[in-house]
């Protein structure tokens, strides 16, 4: 058999398949296990990889079709149009456009990205600045500003002080980073989502159901 796959040996007790990126196989499989029967449950499961190859192919075909002039970039809730100026150097906003430079199409998420980041740092600051005042108040010291590009929340706080934000939220209508922002102060007084948190939330941001909706509609991406 051609080996047309990572292997990853660890301290585990059964064989585990998975199908990533753009159709690698990938196999976990316990320290001892020989390559003999590895290879033999690999060709068991040929069916279900290529079924699996095929979907996440298709996956990575459509991500990068967002991605196509014309498509819509959200920017804080509005669509923007992409556009490719061969004559431009930078990612640019101009009206209603999200004008790039020309590179090919599975390179321009991360332009984009690199887009929102520039402009994310104000925009987020701003926003703490609007809401921090009440807590500072309280006592509490402004957390520093992390920004981050996180698969599975809109935002945390540490106890040392480190608030990191989701640079997706650049996406969304101002209201969702207002709510994740108030969010995550409430857990300077209350580090748990009891009642008396989201008595102090609906206080603080009454729109916070509202914006949290918003959120829970787009999936990260
Ligand atoms: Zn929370």
Request: charged residues 20%; aromatic residues 10%.
């Amino acid at each position: 058999m051609r080996k047309n796959y990572q292997l990853i040996r660890s301290k585990r007790k059964s064989l585990a398949l998975q199908v990533v990126g753009a159709g690698e196989l990938v196999v976990r499989a316990p320290e001892r296990m020989p390559v003999r029967a590895i290879e033999a449950f690999i060709a068991e499961k040929q069916e279900w990889i290529e079924a699996a190859q095929a979907r996440q192919q298709q996956r990575a075909k459509q991500a990068h079709q967002c991605w196509k002039v014309g498509a819509k970039v959200p920017y804080l809730g509005k669509p923007l149009t992409l556009a490719i100026d061969t004559a431009a150097q930078k990612v640019h906003r101009d009206g209603s456009y999200l004008v790039i430079p020309k590179v090919p199409v599975e390179q321009r998420q991360a332009l984009v990205y690199q887009w929102y980041r520039e402009n994310a740092r104000p925009i987020f600051a701003t926003a703490m600045a609007t809401h921090f005042p009440y807590f500072e108040r309280l006592g509490y010291q402004l957390p520093k500003l992390h920004i981050k590009l996180m698969k599975t929340r809109w935002g945390s706080l540490s106890t040392r002080g480190n608030m990191s934000l989701n640079l997706l939220l650049m996406q969304y209508p101002p209201q969702c980073l207002h709510s994740v922002v108030v969010h995550e102060f409430c857990h300077l007084v209350h580090m748990n989502h009891s009642n008396a948190f989201y008595a102090l939330l609906s206080e603080r941001y009454p729109q916070w159901r509202a914006a949290d909706a918003l959120l829970k509609q787009g999936a990260l991406r």
